[in-house]
């Protein structure tokens, strides 16, 4: 489209009645039609003179290779263009007039007579159709390649040429239509002064017609104010008002800021409510958890193998891995997941404050006064005393503390010389002895040994000849029971004279105070020799009776299992109990019932328990072989407390059967303690 | 009559009313449990544990005076008003009315937790007190992947990437640092600040993996509270180093992954405090080069001045001229030793290297770093750089001015507070085990050999006075100084050896005076020991070993007895700690010798 102006308008006040009817039939089928459009094509083109013809040249070379169909369009159309080269001396006028005329049959007559039958029946055949005579109107012979080529060389106009298939004459196409062609070819308009995109022009005129399209009057709605309006309004100004719509943005406040600004008034930075405990901190980790541990911290694979075998809990959380360099860890799979956990417990966990000693274990241990200054007690092993067969029952130490008797299982009681180590007397009883004991009088060396069912009395022949000849008559004057001072009169109680070992066979003895060993009941009784009270040892209490009133005073309570043996302080204020699970308990009756102090010393079974009379001493041995000596202080003040001191533990016996060591006494006089054994020893321990 | 029979109109006493089960206390306070969680955790409530359990052993008691604490809160008040602001919306939107909803939307209820935070931590340090758990969730947080889509807002990981780099950037720049860890879990770091030890974790910068069992609600609203707190206290912090908070970065270095660097760059540029980047060249630093030496008062004055005039924001100019002449009065001896640390030494980081990691470590310790990548200091070429960090098997092109060493020396440095020697760190080596700070060798009873290589190094760094080029000498030949060590351990050695004779001479002293008193004479004595006396000597060794072992078991058994049985028990029960310790202990100190033997056969 690339005219001028001008000539543009021209063409167009020419066409412009021509292009718009005719324009419709471009789209019909019938070929009638479509010859008028071309015609008036050419006609057009006439006015306009060759413009434009070189540039086309090269172009109209595609037309031969047009596929069949396109040729046939073309041939069709031949016709009409030579029947308007037949009218071309007529001018515009008759062109009006063909144009104006409906059918162009009038004037075009078909030079094909085959008529509307598909050419392909006549494929096969030499003629194409009939004349009028009924002869064989023969087809023209085709152009082979060689004389198409001679005449595309001879003839520069050749390609314009086409082969009319239906009418079996080539036609040549002008400038012109060539120039239709290809712009029909790209889709365009096929004249180029048509625009399709003229203004629209509308021809109905409806104003100042007098007739409007309605006649009802104008509502009252359009002259009142709006009620969904005012509405609206309302409702946005309720919003402005109560503050729900706000025009302008409230100002970013800044959202951190001093906090903390001054911490030094102590009075407004306490913290409200209960008090806070915080939670702990979590464990930091050791060399362990180090991606590069030591070489010694890595589980070999029979541990990590071993940890299957372990209850789930008991299995460590986390195993060492050793890592070649720090790029080569790998993210830690359970970080989300302990976070949480630690999360969990932060708000999950019940806190209470639990007062944690953190000290040292030595710090637990009393502070025990030095052994130096509690000097003197029996330490060291000096003597032993050797001859019995069987483990040593019982030993007693005379009141002088120059003869110790023993008595053992053997059947025998043996009586030693304390410094020497001589055995002086032997006597066989014949049964096994359970217990020996002195008579507390100086004057009456008298021993009493209890043997089966027996108490014996003998007569150790230790002091001067006087002492001795009263002795005998005492003894020999026993076998009458007035004598007896304790008004036991049982007659159940049998008095013999024990010939063979120069003694008594009975069952009490005359004294101020005796020891007497119960042989049927597990009672030991004791008789204190300052006051008249009695204690007797139940298996698990110790019942105290005054003997002058007669009647129970206390009952102290052990709390232990079973008591095996009692001792009394000389003071008569404190005993101190040994019982079969290893423990002793200070009594101190004047404070309470209960135990002033428990000691677990032992391992095994206590087996005897001894108070010195005179130094702050006592000592408890049990059958684990040992020995235990304490430091126990009196006080006369009854507000301070005895003080009760550990110093030593003896060893030096031997176990057998299970036994260890049986009894313990303590020499009177001086700090020094046997001991008898299971081991048929008796030892001396000095200080 | 029921066990817990209270009569009518008689209220409860001691233990049943001090504490509230949480079933029951949910519905005092008329919430959901949802809500009762969010507002215990928020507000800091945990359930105590009463001495008696009186509606039962399986339950969590919470004190009645915390759920009332809970119900005066105004914050239960505006969970209601949220939840009542959601139906709202909700109802708008179902019933198609888009304005309704979009007004609504506008303004939601808000809630601040500033009034919290004050009421849980009314004075700072108590805030740093418990600001270990805060680090670690926030620095957890920071790692983890930032998906839109995920279960975790995007924005929220922002926050705590920025929160955690504001911190660090105060850390280090206040050389606060004191101890680092790389464990399998991550790297802990320990920092000191007013007085309170601060343990965090960080984990290795890597892809974090979302479980699924985990609630990230309760996750979430403790990162909410905790958000918050290290804001404030970051705010705190920077105000007390004179910085306004929130600071302003270059986007630059944020934009290529350096924000900690450009938080040093803000606070080096705001505080005036060292600041060890020295390199941003710039035409003015060059000109102003020459007086570098000088550091007089006078020019300090006019740097002020020139400083003032400067925009807040210039990169560190003029910056590394007050980095000396500007000391903060009040920094403690340690701190002044960390931050000599890593002094005159700069650091040069390969790509392998965690940049984030090490730019927070090394500066805290006075050294300068530079990195492959964009806003970098220094280049790698650059001559001044004395240390290039490498983290893989072998480094192509080496400049013979600097070191190569892996990164685990660098925190290795850091808590043995000396340079250690480099050789053992070098580029392709199996570095030495990197030992946990944390642990108190001697109070475990089992020292690492490693540990006791750098106690040491560490003695005879001490020995020295410490001007700096002594101590770069000492430090060039370790040898000497491992040798030197080897010779205090020999002289021990020989001390304990003389000690043991003397100890056998005077037993056969008492020896000899014993046969004296037996009244065996010499001769006898001779004849009879004078065969078998080498034996004899080592049977007086063991006898008096177990008589010793003898009385040691004599004392302690006879304090046994005296001691109460609570006391008793304790004292066995600590025991057992103790046996199993050293139980440990042997194990360790076995294997370690088993694997020398091993690799000395190899």
Redesign the interface.
């Given at each position: 489209m690339a005219k001028s102006d001008s000539s543009k308008k021209s063409v167009k006040k020419e066409k412009e009645p021509l292009e718009n009817q005719p324009e419709p039939d471009l789209s019909s089928d019938s070929d009638l039609d479509e010859d008028s459009i071309w015609s008036d094509a050419v006609g057009s083109s006439d006015i306009d003179g060759d413009s434009s013809g070189t540039s086309e040249d090269d172009v109209g070379g595609n037309g031969e290779m047009d596929s069949p169909d396109d040729g046939r369009d073309f041939s069709e159309d031949e016709g009409s263009l030579e029947h308007t080269r037949e009218d071309r001396k007529d001018g515009n006028d008759t062109l009006q007039l063909v144009e104006e005329s409906d059918s162009s049959e009038d004037e075009v007559a078909p030079r094909n007579t085959i008529g509307e039958v598909p050419l392909e029946w006549y494929k096969e055949e030499e003629h194409i159709g009939y004349n009028i005579s009924g002869k064989k109107i023969k087809k023209h012979a085709r152009k082979d390649k060689i004389d198409s080529f001679l005449a595309g060389v001879d003839d520069s106009k050749n390609w314009r040429k086409i082969y009319d298939e239906y009418n079996d004459e080539e036609v040549e196409l002008t400038k012109k239509e060539t120039k239709l062609i290809r712009r029909l070819l790209k889709g365009k308009t096929p004249h180029a002064g048509v625009d399709p995109y003229a203004p629209y022009v509308d021809w109905f005129e409806w104003e100042d017609k007098g007739h409007p399209l309605s006649n009802a009057p104008e509502p009252k709605r359009r002259f009142v104010p709006s009620k969904w309006e005012q509405k609206t309004v309302a409702r946005l100004v309720r919003?402005i008002r109560k503050g729900?719509?706000?025009f302008n943005k409230p100002k970013e406040e800044p959202?951190?800021?001093?906090?903390?600004g001054d911490?030094s008034n102590a009075a407004?930075?306490?913290?409200?409510?209960?008090s806070?405990?915080?939670?702990p901190?979590?464990k930091?980790?050791?060399?362990e958890?180090?991606?590069?541990?030591?070489?010694?911290?890595i589980p070999t694979q029979e541990e990590i193998n071993s940890y299957q075998l372990m209850y789930e809990e008991d299995r460590p959380k986390?195993i060492?891995?050793r890592?070649?360099?720090?790029?080569s860890?790998?993210?830690?799979?359970?970080?989300?997941?302990?976070?949480?956990d630690?999360?969990?417990d932060?708000?999950?966990?019940?806190?209470?404050r639990k007062k944690r000693?953190n000290i040292d274990?030595e710090s637990?241990?009393?502070k025990?006064p030095s052994k130096k200054d509690l000097k003197p007690y029996p330490s060291t092993c000096y003597l032993e005393y050797r001859g019995h067969s069987g483990p040593i029952k019982s030993i007693s130490v005379e009141i002088s503390g120059q003869w110790m008797a023993s008595g053992s299982t053997d059947g025998t009681v043996r009586v030693w010389e304390v410094e020497t180590g001589r055995c002086l007397r032997v006597w066989n009883v014949g049964e096994a002895v359970e217990h020996v004991a002195w008579n507390p009088l100086p004057e009456l060396p008298i021993l009493a040994v209890s043997a089966g069912y027996d108490v014996i009395l003998l007569n150790t022949g230790l002091g001067d000849a006087e002492d001795n000849m009263r002795i005998k008559e005492l003894l020999r004057v026993e076998e009458s029971p007035l004598t007896n001072d304790d008004g036991n009169k049982t007659s159940a109680v049998s008095w013999l004279q024990h010939t063979k070992l120069d003694g008594i066979r009975l069952q009490h003895f005359k004294a101020v105070s005796t020891i007497e060993w119960h042989r049927k009941g597990d009672y030991f009784t004791t008789v204190v020799p300052m006051r008249p009270i009695f204690f007797v040892a139940t298996k698990k209490n110790i019942r105290v009776y005054d003997l002058l009133k007669a009647k129970l005073i206390k009952k102290l309570e052990t709390k232990l299992r079973e008591i095996s043996s009692i001792a009394i302080h000389p003071g008569g204020d404190n005993v101190i109990v040994g019982s079969k699970e290893g423990k002793m308990c200070w009594f101190d009756m004047d404070l309470s019932s209960q135990p002033y102090k428990?000691?677990?010393?032992h391992p095994k079974d206590i087996t005897n328990v001894a108070f010195h009379r005179s130094y702050p001493l006592f000592a408890s041995c049990s059958d684990d072989c040992t020995a235990?000596v304490f430091h126990g202080m009196v006080y006369s003040d009854l507000n301070q407390d005895p003080l009760?001191?550990?110093?030593?533990?003896l060893r030096g016996h031997t176990s057998s059967y299970g036994r260890g060591v049986l009894d313990c006494k303590f020499h009177p006089r001086q700090p020094w303690l046997f001991t008898a054994g299971a081991d048929s020893v008796i030892k001396l321990y000095c200080h | 009559m029921p066990k817990h029979y209270r009569p009518a109109g008689k209220k409860k006493e001691g233990n049943a009313a001090k504490y509230i089960t949480r079933t029951k206390a949910v519905h005092y306070l008329q919430v959901s449990l949802a809500t009762f969680r969010r507002l215990c955790i928020l507000k800091g409530i945990f359930p105590r544990e009463p001495k008696k359990k009186v509606e039962g052993t399986h339950k969590t008691y919470y004190h009645m005076k915390d759920i009332l604490f809970l119900a005066h809160d105004p914050l239960v008040e505006k969970f209601r008003d949220i939840r009542a602001h959601k139906r709202k919306v909700k109802k708008a939107l179902a019933k198609k009315n888009r304005d309704r909803a979009d007004q609504l939307l506008s303004r939601q209820p808000k809630y601040t937790l500033n009034r919290l935070i004050k009421e849980r931590y009314p004075t700072f340090v108590d805030a740093l007190r418990d600001l270990d758990d805060c680090l670690t969730m926030v620095h957890l947080f920071a790692a983890l992947p930032a998906v839109v889509g995920e279960r975790i807002q995007v924005d929220r990981i922002h926050n705590c990437l920025r929160l955690s780099h504001e911190w660090q950037a105060y850390i280090s720049r206040t050389h606060r640092l004191r101890k680092t860890f790389i464990s399998v879990k991550g790297i802990y770091y320990q920092a000191e600040v007013e007085g309170q030890k601060i343990t965090w974790l960080t984990p290795h910068a890597l892809q974090q993996v979302l479980t699924d069992d985990v609630d990230f609600n309760v996750m979430l609203t403790f990162l909410e509270f905790y958000e918050a707190l290290l804001g404030f206290v970051n705010f705190k912090l920077y105000h007390s180093i004179n910085l306004k908070y929130p600071p302003i970065l270059d986007p630059r270095l944020e934009a290529a992954a350096a924000a900690l660097y450009a938080l040093y760059r803000y606070i080096g540029s705001g505080s005036g405090t060292s600041f060890g980047t020295r390199a941003i060249t710039s035409g003015k630093e060059e000109d102003e080069g020459g007086k570098d030496d000088k550091r007089t008062n006078e020019s300090e004055l006019r740097l002020a001045q020139l400083q003032h005039q400067l925009p807040a924001n210039e990169p560190g100019t003029l910056m590394h001229l007050m980095e000396d002449a500007t000391t903060v009065a009040d920094e403690d001896e340690e701190t002044k030793s960390c931050k000599n640390l890593f002094k005159n030494l700069n650091f040069f980081l390969s790509r392998e290297v965690p940049r984030e990691s090490l730019l927070f470590v090394i500066p805290a310790f006075g050294g300068v770093v530079s990195w492959e990548g964009d806003g970098s200091p220094l280049k790698e070429t650059d001559k001044s750089i004395t240390h290039q960090i490498v983290d893989r098997p072998s480094q192509g092109h080496l400049f013979l001015s600097r070191e190569y060493v892996q990164p685990q020396w660098v925190y290795d440095c850091v808590n043995a507070r000396i340079l250690l020697p480099t050789e053992a760190y070098m580029v392709g080596r199996v570095p030495p085990p990197h030992l946990s700070p944390f642990v108190d060798n001697e109070a475990e009873g089992y020292v690492p050999e490693y540990a006791e290589t750098i106690k040491r190094l560490q003695d005879s760094a001490k020995s020295q006075v410490l001007p700096m080029p002594g101590l770069d000498e000492g430090l060039d030949d370790p040898l000497n100084l491992l040798a030197e060590g080897v010779i205090d351990r020999a002289e021990a050695n020989e001390a304990a050896e003389k000690k043991r004779k003397l100890m056998m001479l005077e037993k056969q002293h008492h020896e000899e005076l014993k046969m004296e008193l037996q009244g065996i004479t010499y001769s006898a004595s001779l004849s009879n020991n004078n065969l078998p006396e080498p034996v004899e000597k080592d049977e007086v060794m063991e006898d008096a070993k177990e008589e010793l072992e003898r009385a040691a078991e004599d004392a302690r058994s006879m304090s046994m007895v005296q001691m109460s049985r609570k006391n008793r028990k304790l004292y066995e029960a600590m025991q057992i700690g103790i046996e199993r310790k050293k139980e440990t202990n042997k194990r360790l100190a076995n294997k370690r010798k088993s694997a020398q033997k091993a690799s000395k056969k190899e």
């Open positions: 919003a729900w719509i706000k959202q951190f800021y001093l906090l903390w911490d407004e930075n306490k913290r409200q409510g209960l806070y405990i915080p939670a901190k979590p930091l980790p050791g060399h958890e180090s991606y590069n541990p030591s070489v010694e911290y986390f060492p891995r890592f070649e360099s720090l790029r860890i790998p993210a830690y799979e359970k970080a989300v997941k302990e976070e949480f630690r999360c969990l932060l708000y999950l966990c019940p806190r209470a000693i274990p637990l241990k009393p025990l428990t000691l677990k010393t235990y009760i001191v550990p110093l030593e533990i | -």
